[in-house]
């Protein structure tokens, strides 16, 4: 089941990005970055964007147990929105859990009269091939900073 997120879903959120984090880079980015992130850090970042409402959050259930989430915000410019975070729990990657979100979200956007979506990731990450097997065009580059460095990163594109 998909539904939004509420402020009591922060520390799951927060537990399913460490957990993403630890596998989901490995090799590209220095290996002491996700060992030192803090649930608490993102427990803030989260309640906060919920509370003020910067992002739209939704979240993946299954047996009343959060397995991954999607976030994204309107903006100005080519791309009028954007998928800010992205993380499904490794052990259940896989199994259609990003699919449906992803879906879910640009539909979402869609809904609001939105026309083009971007995610942005790091260049040769394991999620590369998810995102072009969901029909996205690596169609943008920058450096993205990670800690403190900085990192070849992608943005791939979704018409809506």
């Known amino acids: 089941m998909i539904r939004p ?27 002491d970055y996700p060992k030192n992130m803090k649930e608490s850090t993102f427990i803030d970042i989260i309640g906060s964007n919920i509370l ?3 992002e739209t959050i939704f979240l993946y259930e299954d047996h009343a147990q959060i397995r991954g989430f999607i976030s994204g915000k309107r903006q100005e410019g080519t791309y009028d929105c954007q ?20 879906s879910h979200m640009k539909h979402h956007f869609k809904a609001q009269g ?11 990450a394991k999620n590369n091939s998810f995102y072009k097997n969901q029909g996205g065009i690596a169609s943008e580059n920058a450096q993205l900073e990670i800690g403190s460095r900085r990192y070849p990163g992608v943005g791939f594109s979704y018409t809506l």
């Open 83 to 102: 998928v800010i975070g992205f993380y499904i729990l490794p052990e259940y990657q896989g199994k259609g859990i990003g699919t449906a979100l992803l």
């Open 114 to 124: 939105c026309k083009a979506m971007i995610i942005w990731t790091l260049l040769h």
């Open 52 to 54: 003020q409402e910067r």
């Open 5 to 31: 997120a509420t402020i009591e879903d922060t520390k799951p959120i927060a537990h399913i990005i460490i957990k993403a984090w630890e596998q989901a880079y490995t090799g590209i980015i220095d290996p």
